[in-house]
C-alpha cells in the first residue's frame, strides 16, 4: 500500500523488473500505511530542477470497513529527479501544518512558509528535502478525511496551485452525506496560498453533501471560480455549505430525492505589481 514507482518504459520488456525504482512510501506520522487510490499529477520540477512534482492524496472508501477508519491521511508533494534510486519517505518531506479551523465559516488554513523548515523551501540552499506533505488532521475539523480524486493544478511555474477536494464518508454508503473539503496550495513549496477572492483561509468546507469533483471556470469578465459537483437530498434539511462558497442550486432527480448542485467560490487574484517588478 502507498507505493509509487518509476519504470524506464525505453527499456525492453524483458528488462522492465529491473528497472523498476521505489520512489516513495507513504506512511503517516504514526507509521500506518496509507493507500494511494486517486490518480496521481505530474507537474515539472521548480526552480529549473531536473524531473517532476508527483502530486496525490491518501485514503481509500473501497469497502464497508473503510467507512469507519480514522487514520489520518496526507496530501504530498513529492520530487523526483528520476535518476536517484533510494526511496523517499515522509522523514524526507518539509511538513506544513493545518489548522485555524473556523465552525462559523467553516474554513480552515495550511501553514505558511516562514512557519516550516526555517522558511526555506524545501529546494533552497540548506534544505535538505525532497518535497511537502500535510497531513489531514486539525482541532475541531473532524476525523476520518481522505483524497480520492485527482488532484487540480492551476497556474503556470512556481506559482501553480493545486487544488485537492478531500472526503469524509457518510454513516451509510447507500445515501448521500459526509463532507468535502477544498483545499488549496502553492504546487511546488507546498506552502499556503491564498485562493479564495472571500476569504484569506485557503481551505473550506461542505458538510453534508458527496463530492463528486471540482472544475475551474472563467465568466464572462475574465473571473476565475472554483466549482464542486455535489449531491445532497433535497426532502432533507439544507448541507452546511461554507461561507466562502455561493450555492448554484441544483436539479432533484429519481423518487429518492437525489439532487446534484454546483457550489463555487471565486479564485483569488493578486493585484498587479506596481513597485520592483523586474
Same mark, same amino acid.
Request: proline content about 3%; aromatic content about 8%; glycine content about 12%.
Given at each position: ?19 523498476? !525504482?521505489?520512489?516513495? $512510501? ?38 464497508? %470497513? ?9 496530501? @504530498?508533494? !513529492? @520530487? ?16 506544513? =501544518?493545518?489548522?485555524? @479551523? ?8 495550511? #501553514?505558511?512558509?516562514?512557519? %516550516? ?18 497531513? =489531514? ?25 493545486? @487544488? ?11 445515501? !448521500? ?22 476569504? $484569506?483561509?485557503?481551505? #473550506?468546507? %461542505? ?52 439532487? $446534484? ?13 506596481? !513597485?520592483?517588478?523586474?
Amino acid at each position: 500500500l502507498g507505493n509509487i514507482w518509476r519504470f524506464d518504459v525505453a527499456e525492453s520488456e524483458s528488462n522492465c523488473s529491473s528497472n523498476a !525504482v521505489k520512489v516513495f $512510501t507513504a506512511k503517516n506520522s504514526s507509521g500506518a500505511n496509507q493507500a494511494i487510490t486517486g490518480e496521481l499529477t505530474v507537474i515539472k520540477a521548480p526552480n529549473n530542477l531536473p524531473g517532476y512534482m508527483i502530486l496525490f492524496g491518501t485514503g481509500r472508501y473501497n469497502t464497508v %470497513a473503510d467507512i469507519s477508519n480514522t487514520d489520518i491521511q496526507s496530501l @504530498y508533494g !513529492v @520530487y523526483d529527479n528520476t535518476s536517484a534510486t533510494n526511496s523517499l519517505t515522509r522523514a524526507n518531506l518539509v511538513n506544513y =501544518l493545518l489548522g485555524s @479551523y473556523d465552525a462559523a465559516k467553516l474554513t480552515r488554513q495550511t #501553514a505558511k512558509q516562514a512557519d %516550516a523548515n526555517g522558511g526555506k523551501t524545501w529546494w533552497d540552499t540548506g534544505s535538505t528535502a525532497k518535497g511537502w506533505v500535510i497531513d =489531514l488532521t486539525c482541532t475541531g475539523c473532524g476525523s476520518g478525511e481522505r483524497m480520492l480524486d485527482k488532484p487540480l493544478v492551476n497556474g503556470t511555474g512556481n506559482d501553480q496551485t493545486v @487544488y485537492f477536494l478531500s472526503i469524509a464518508p457518510g454513516v451509510d454508503v447507500c445515501k !448521500v452525506g459526509g463532507s468535502g473539503w477544498l483545499t488549496g496550495i502553492n504546487a511546488t513549496s507546498g506552502a499556503y496560498t491564498q485562493i479564495f477572492n472571500a476569504d $484569506t483561509a485557503n481551505s #473550506a468546507q %461542505a458538510s453534508g453533501v458527496t463530492p463528486r469533483g471540482l472544475f475551474i471556470s472563467t465568466n464572462a469578465s475574465g473571473d476565475d471560480f472554483i466549482n464542486l459537483t455535489v449531491n445532497d437530498n433535497s426532502n432533507s434539511s439544507n448541507p452546511d455549505i461554507s461561507s466562502v462558497f455561493t450555492d448554484g442550486g441544483g436539479q432533484t432527480v429519481g423518487s429518492d430525492y437525489s439532487r $446534484t448542485r454546483d457550489i463555487s467560490s471565486e479564485l483569488y487574484k493578486p493585484p498587479p505589481c506596481t !513597485v520592483n517588478c523586474g
